[in-house]
């Protein structure tokens, strides 16, 4: 007898056996299948419990991150407001004493005084 005749007389043997081990072993194996599929189940739940934990860690990480870099923000630009008002001030008090072109000619000649000085 060739191979699959032997595999079709071993299929066949099974429902000449008692009906009582037949039904013990079908459900012996299911048990098993269910078994192995519950704890692949279990598995799979706690690799994504793993991933959500991770995940939710580094959501807080960059959430508190944002968030100092918000606060650093605002310190720069209310220290940019600040400059500017002194930058206007600074700007309109030298524009009522002298020009700008003056205060050019006048840094440069204080310049090549002290370099001479020197």
């Not at 060739?2 to 007389?9: E, Y």
Request: glycine share 4%; net charge positive; with cysteine.
């Amino acid at each position: 007898m060739n191979k699959p005749q032997l595999q079709l007389m071993k299929k066949k043997k099974v429902f000449f056996k008692s009906p009582v081990e037949t039904v013990v072993n079908c459900i012996s194996h299911i048990s098993q299948v269910w078994m192995l599929q519950e704890g692949q189940v279990e598995l799979l739940a706690s690799f994504y419990k793993h991933s959500t934990s991770r995940a939710k860690g580094a959501l807080q990480k960059a959430h508190q991150k944002l968030t100092i870099q918000e606060k650093e923000l605002e310190t720069i630009r209310k220290e940019n407001r600040e400059l500017k008002k002194k930058y206007l001030s600074l700007k309109g008090s030298s524009l009522h004493f002298s020009h700008p072109q003056d205060k050019c000619l006048q840094s440069t000649a204080l310049y090549g005084e002290a370099k001479s000085e020197g």
